[in-house]
């Protein structure tokens, strides 16, 4: 294979660089080929790494690139065009999933304090296996974080458990709070790739809170559909039960709450079931539960595979 990397691996997940559209192309194709991803045209151009361009160009560059092998519209790096096979099946569970997806956050949407709601992990690219979990970012009115994670928790991830659905809403952070301090490409590509289901004026402002992602992911401009965003106004009621919990009441249950789960955490730790890692966050403006160290994860597998090259 032509070598394509010339950027550092370490270097290119925090500041990507791509000299030519043959090195982007390699790149964002070694990064699906992590999570055993094909690509179709338009997908490699939304996610292309380090570079701006068309679709079109990218197809013309394909045209002429041998090293890149075309599977009934999938692109892989060489010796993978199996995972064409995988991708398909996966697509059909990801197609069974996708109407609770939108069922249980639309049910996270009614609760109280809730902003936006937004599908996040490998469902926004239908790349799921039987039982993965149904993950969710949500945004909630400021200082009310924990409250709302609390309602999330007891009136839609419980219920769903009993259904033998696994609902995940693993990132919860405030209106005011929306700015991340993770600037790489995975979580670039996290943003980029999440499907807003309700609040999508939140959701543009989520994004234009986090532009860095613009020198990662150029193209991933806009959500990657908008057909799952449901326009429903809040409900009156919704605004008649948020109205009693601006008081003393509210704000201890916000600060019982943080205080259970970092005691909760810390305690895991201790008995080695969570981690300590970054990736983890308790605050009052956010939480997010992500206890395996996806980001880490991810960075190290694409290190490796781009020095393989």
């Known amino acids: 294979m032509t070598q394509h990397s010339r950027t550092h691996p370490d270097r290119l997940w925090i500041s990507p660089m ?143 458990a009993r259904r033998r659905h696994e609902v995940c809403p693993n990132f919860f952070l405030a209106e005011h709070a929306m700015a991340l301090t993770e600037h790489d490409l995975f979580h670039a590509h996290e943003l980029t790739q999440m499907v807003p289901i309700y609040g999508l004026g939140v959701y543009e402002a989520f994004r234009a809170a986090n532009t860095w992602t613009a020198a990662f992911l150029p193209n991933a401009s806009g959500p990657p559909r908008v057909d799952a965003v449901s326009h429903d106004r809040p409900k009156a009621c919704r605004t008649l039960i948020e109205f009693p919990l601006h008081n003393p009441i509210g704000k201890w249950i916000e600060q019982r709450e943080i205080a259970r789960m970092q005691a909760k955490l810390r305690h895991s730790v201790e008995l080695g079931q969570g981690s300590d890692s970054a990736e983890v966050v308790l605050s009052p403006d956010r939480c997010k539960g992500h206890i395996r160290p996806h980001a880490h994860m991810t960075q190290t597998a694409f290190s490796a595979r781009l020095k393989q090259d």
Request: charged share 20%; aromatic share 12%; no cysteine.
């Open 18 to 160: 791509a000299s030519t559209l043959q090195e982007a192309i390699f790149y964002t194709l070694s990064y699906a080929d992590i999570f055993d991803y094909p690509l179709t045209l338009q997908e490699l151009t939304r996610y292309l790494i380090g570079l701006s361009t068309t679709e079109s160009a990218v197809k013309a560059a394909l045209i002429d690139l041998s090293d890149f092998p075309e599977t009934n519209g999938y692109y892989t790096l060489p010796g993978r065009t199996s995972l064409v096979a995988l991708r398909r099946r996966r697509e059909q569970v990801a197609r069974a999933l996708w109407p609770y997806a939108l069922k249980y956050g639309r049910l996270i949407a009614r609760l109280p304090f809730v902003r936006m709601v937004a599908v996040t992990g490998a469902l926004p690219v239908h790349n799921v296996e039987p039982g993965d979990d149904i993950d969710y970012l949500i945004v909630t009115a400021s200082g009310h974080v924990w409250m709302t994670r609390l309602f999330v928790v007891q009136l839609v991830v419980k219920p769903a």
